[in-house]
């Protein structure tokens, strides 16, 4: 199986204790089989702390203690896991965030989420253009033409990124719904909210940002472009619907900035919201669907 990633992902580093957003707070953290087995048979204090702090309703989980926080998360925001049994026995969920899987028949796709504030800052500011590269040698297999097409249209830096924008809608037959900044943050308030940041961030946006009345932040905007597409325009799916999530997500997250730097901030709040909601995705899908 070929497997691909994008040029920047082997430059990601977790920044553990300088995390101000840590993935180890307010999510649950589900525990693999071949994990539990190990924690299961782990002796001593550490072993008794470790499964008391498991529980084992539905999927084996960790009980999450105060403000959410991962109970192996100590004082220091390092994990006890991590230090006691080593980085080899964190559980698959915890090595693997905050990457994501796409599969097809061929080929295995590994991103970096932008829900994690140290993959959005380095997506958002590589300078390059993002290429898929594979793990091991040089090849390059053509892949999907309307995902490359749309790439380039979005990569090409002779022109500015709102060209790039309206060729690309023009390309794909795109029409986004005629919707008003207010009317869509309806939309987005009524979806699931998992923090309550975003919601005080919806409700207290005018949507007039100089991120979207400027041209300005080309890379970052072509960079926060083609992480969409690279994450959600798939070979048996429709390519102007998923297109027009791409467009209304970006529209969207520079619209909540009120300078730039927000950006990360804010590309990181969206994509926890909606990327790693499976409902939240459906509901705008939905919404674009039916205009
Ligand atoms: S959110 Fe990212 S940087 Fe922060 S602790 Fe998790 S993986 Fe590390």
């Not at 101000?20 to 924690?39: A, M, N, P």
């Not at 499964?51 to 403000?67: R, V, Y």
């Not at 467009?247 to 990181?268: G, P, Q």
Request: glycine share 4%.
């Amino acid at each position: 199986m070929s497997i691909y990633v994008p040029n920047y992902y082997k430059a990601f580093r977790c920044i553990a204790d300088r995390c101000r957003h840590s993935c180890c707070i307010g999510w649950e953290i589900d525990i693999d089989k071949e994990t539990l087995s190990v924690y299961k048979n782990v002796s001593g204090a550490f072993g008794k702390r470790l499964n008391d702090n498991i529980s084992q309703e539905d999927t084996p989980h960790f009980i999450l203690g105060e403000q959410e926080r991962c109970p192996f998360l100590n004082e220091r925001n390092l994990c006890d896991i991590y230090t006691e049994l080593g980085e080899e026995h964190l559980c698959q969920i915890c090595s693997d965030h905050p990457r994501f899987r796409n599969f097809f028949e061929n080929r295995t796709e590994i991103g970096l989420g932008m829900c994690c504030e140290a993959a959005a800052e380095l997506i958002l500011t590589f300078p390059e253009k993002m290429k898929l590269v594979h793990t091991e040698t040089d090849e390059k297999t053509p892949f999907f033409p309307e995902r490359e097409q749309a790439f380039a249209i979005l990569q090409n830096r002779s022109q500015p990124i709102k060209e790039r924008i309206r060729i690309l809608k023009e390309t794909f037959g795109i029409t986004l719904p005629e919707k008003t900044f207010s009317e869509w943050k309806e939309v987005f308030l009524s979806m699931e909210i998992l923090n309550s940041r975003w919601e005080a961030l919806l409700k207290n946006a005018t949507g007039v940002s100089p991120a979207f009345q400027e041209d300005k932040w080309q890379i970052a905007k072509e960079q926060l472009l083609v992480y969409f597409v690279f994450r959600h325009m798939m070979p048996d799916g429709d390519a102007s619907s998923a297109l027009a999530l791409c467009l209304v997500s970006y529209e969207m997250i520079l619209r909540l900035c009120k300078t730039e730097a927000d950006l990360f901030d804010v590309a990181r709040m969206y994509s926890a919201e909606m990327e790693y909601c499976e409902e939240n995705t459906e509901d705008l899908l939905f919404e674009i669907e039916i205009g």
